[in-house]
């Protein structure tokens, strides 16, 4: 038996890489049974079967999985972002911070496309909040070493809108990757999806950069009965002022007596934060413990 980590997940395939090769996996009927898949990002045991083959005995336990993107033991999600074309919503920014914040996984706000648009109003918001952000441009450079150094050491999985950059950037990271890159229709100010699959890169001998298809992806089977119960913890902003609150249980919308709200008013909480997470409660506010998924 060797121990690896899933690189690559395709087609029923898993590409494990053991260190001295990466070996073309299927995985044991048990793991169907039990309702459990492998995942990229998931440390294995596998047994070789010679040839560059083996099959996937055991996961090892996970610190978070992601459903789609179908990934696990992510150490920080980059979210890379644009105030070009297409811009970005600060909105879908928060809402995969919140799910990423649950998942106790780091958050950096990566703003491309600067070289085009410097994304001031992004930029504000992030540099004000508790959430880490930095401007680069995959076609000057800019920021591109900064950001290396935020990812070290890490495994990271980049998400982002379609078109904002993803694939120009681990490009530029890597010049000996050649993931393909989209054009961002102008009618519509979408990028085209070139990521067709979740996969692991390696950048240095101890970072990783999982490259995701777009913000779509973080569909609503994350927004779940855990997030509804922890929301004001998943923006940290919230966490010095939760228990100055007037009332135990306070939602922080429009309640007497809230210090959330007093201290967006003080200008301690930038307001779009605040914004995203009252729009975010109601996006969740109505699920009940019967429609918890089995």
């Known amino acids: 038996m060797s121990r690896g980590r899933i690189e690559k997940a395709l087609s029923g395939f898993y590409y494990v890489n053991t260190g001295s090769e990466v070996l073309q996996c299927r995985a044991r009927g048990k793991f169907r049974r039990e309702g459990l898949s492998p995942l990229v990002g998931d440390w294995v045991q596998v047994r070789e079967l010679g040839n560059g083959e083996g099959f996937v005995e055991e996961v090892e336990p996970r610190r978070n999985v992601f459903v789609r993107p179908s990934a696990a033991n992510i150490d920080q999600l980059v979210i890379i972002a644009s105030g070009a074309i297409p811009v970005t919503d600060p909105y879908l920014i928060d809402r995969i911070s919140a799910i990423a914040a649950l998942k106790k996984c780091q958050v950096l706000v ?51 809108n379609s078109g904002v950059g993803k694939s120009s950037i681990l490009n530029t990271l890597d010049e000996t990757l050649t993931i393909p890159v989209g054009e961002v229709s102008k009618a519509l100010g979408r990028g085209r999806h070139t990521t067709r699959h979740v996969e692991m890169f390696p950048l240095d001998t101890d970072t990783y950069v999982i490259d995701t298809p777009g913000f779509s992806s973080f569909d609503t089977e994350e927004l779940n009965l855990e997030l509804k119960a922890h929301l004001p913890e998943t923006f940290p902003e919230f966490l010095p002022y939760i228990d100055g609150c007037r009332f135990v249980g306070c939602k922080h919308i429009k309640e007497k007596g809230c210090h959330v709200l007093l201290a967006v008013k003080e200008g301690n909480i930038p307001r779009s934060r605040h914004a995203s997470y009252v729009r975010l409660y109601e996006e969740v506010k109505d699920l009940n413990e019967w429609e918890k998924k089995c």
């Open 110 to 160: 990566c703003l491309n496309k600067c070289d085009i648009n410097r994304a001031d109003a992004l930029y504000d918001i992030y540099r004000d909040s508790a959430i880490e952000v930095l401007r680069v441009s995959a076609v000057t450079g800019e920021g591109i070493e900064e950001l290396r150094e935020k990812l070290r050491g890490k495994l990271n999985a980049f998400t982002g």
